[in-house]
């Protein structure tokens, strides 16, 4: 196991819509076993794990015996926990770049030539694509694309890929932590192994449970744009940055993580009105050569953050300047990811080359995103992109 050359933290701005103490107490209320996970994911074998990552890594991990090359392909711009569950599980990475207009990926059957299996983001609720009848694996991620759809099927609930979930803050189903992962009933090799290797995790008590769902209801108040700029501005709490490294606590879900679910899924349809309302109008902002998060096909793109190409000197200024910085955290702006995957780790864990992701490499340099959530409104979204243009025009020293 190689341990990533670097940690590194990044801002979160408030979630879209934390489940908070109305939803948990409706669905306790509600709950019962018409409820039970295994019916709701009727094709799928469910593990309810501690974290989105912990979720890949059990999956990464279980299917190391039966890989035969030994690699996962993954974007070469996404969010570095799904590198490093790979990594940790024993693969190596390929890298695979991103479309030329925006940060999806599109794989036709030429990409997927020596691919086993591969990885699709579905970054900030974009829909990423696999040619009808690929001979690969598909790990379809729904950690930021819960509230979208593609071919008419929510991300991560398709009967021939393996699903993911994440309720971490940021998420479609925000949440104080938790995750699920789906692995269809027809690959029973691989949920032979996964299942005892879940077995040997720690269980969730009741009292971790509680904590979990009391944790989760305090903090939707980080959804309201005042609270969130009060709270980020007090330093030593750290509010508002998450680390990446290679760590996995073995903590298995269980009633809180289920409980957390059902509450996710009843703001669904909430969330995803907002997201479309919010898109809309940040649409009407942009100029044409951003990032286009247009519905397409059967696809539907319900977007938890925003994405947006901004020049290289706005980014830079975001993620470096201290006190831009801090302003663009209060606003809910993110630097998102700031470097490739290929920058995060060394050549022993990643098998391909920095030069075959050009697109990647620009949107390290170029992408932010913009908050979407419930108290997001038309005045945020105008000072927003006024604090945007006084960066690029130099205004703010």
């Given at each position: ?203 969730e008590g009741s009292l971790v449970s509680a ?71 940040y649409q009407s902002r942009i100029e044409l ?57 060394d050549s022993e864990c990643v098998s391909s ?45």
């Open positions: 196991m190689v341990i990533p050359r670097m940690r590194f933290f990044r801002a979160l701005p408030p979630a879209g819509g934390f489940i908070g103490f109305q939803q948990i107490i409706k669905t306790l209320v509600n709950f019962s076993e018409t409820r039970e996970l295994s019916l709701r994911f009727p094709n799928h074998h469910v593990y309810l794990v501690n974290s989105g990552k912990a979720a890949l890594y059990l999956y990464f991990f279980a299917s190391y015996k039966k890989s035969k090359l030994k690699e996962i392909a993954i974007a070469g711009y996404t969010c570095p926990d799904v590198a490093t569950a790979a990594i940790a599980a024993g693969f190596k990475l390929k890298l695979l770049d991103l479309n030329s207009e925006s940060s999806r990926l599109d794989l036709d059957s030429d990409r997927l030539k020596d691919i086993e299996t591969v990885v699709l983001s579905n970054l900030y609720g974009q829909v990423d694509e696999v040619e009808d009848g690929a001979n690969v694996v598909v790990i379809d991620d729904a950690c930021q694309a819960a509230l979208s759809f593609r071919d008419d099927t929510p991300i991560g609930l398709a009967g021939n890929k393996i699903g993911v979930y994440s309720f971490g803050r940021g998420k479609a189903h925000s949440a104080s932590g938790g995750g699920l992962l789906l692995i269809p009933r027809t690959m029973a090799a691989i949920n032979s192994e996964a299942s005892e290797i879940y077995s040997s995790w720690e269980k904590v979990k769902l009391v944790k989760c209801a305090i903090y939707s108040i980080l959804e309201i744009p005042f609270f969130y700029r009060l709270i980020v501005s007090l330093p030593f709490l750290g509010i508002g940055e998450t680390r990446v490294e290679l760590k996995f606590s073995k903590l298995r879900g269980g009633f809180g993580t289920k409980i957390l679910f059902f509450a996710g899924e009843l703001l669904k349809i909430n969330k995803s009105k907002t997201a479309t309302q919010l898109k809309a109008i050569n951003s990032i286009p998060c247009l519905d397409r096909k059967k696809n539907v793109e319900n977007l938890i953050r925003f994405p947006l190409n901004v020049t290289e000197k706005v980014k830079a200024k975001i993620y470096k300047d201290s006190k831009v910085k801090k302003r663009a955290q209060e606003l809910g702006i993110s630097y998102s990811y700031p470097l490739t995957i290929a920058d995060y780790f080359s920095s030069e075959v992701i050009p697109n990647a490499i620009r949107h390290a340099k170029t992408l932010i995103t913009l908050p979407i959530g419930p108290y997001v409104t038309k005045k945020d979204i105008d000072e927003i992109f006024e604090f945007l243009k006084k960066i690029e025009n130099e205004e703010i020293v």
